[in-house]
């Protein structure tokens, strides 16, 4: 069952990379909006 918790961290991984880059995009997003 080692490969069900690899593949769980894995994707855990990449879903925690996912929103924080969508995180960081709409900071920015929201600081030209303000800039304006």
Sequence with gaps: ???FAWI???L???F???ITA???ENR???AAQDGK
């Design 22 to 24: 969508m995180a960081i």
């Design 8 to 10: 769980l961290g894995t």
């Design 28 to 30: 920015e997003t929201k």
């Design 12 to 14: 855990m991984a990449c």
């Design 1 to 3: 069952m080692w490969y």
């Design 16 to 18: 925690f990379a996912i």
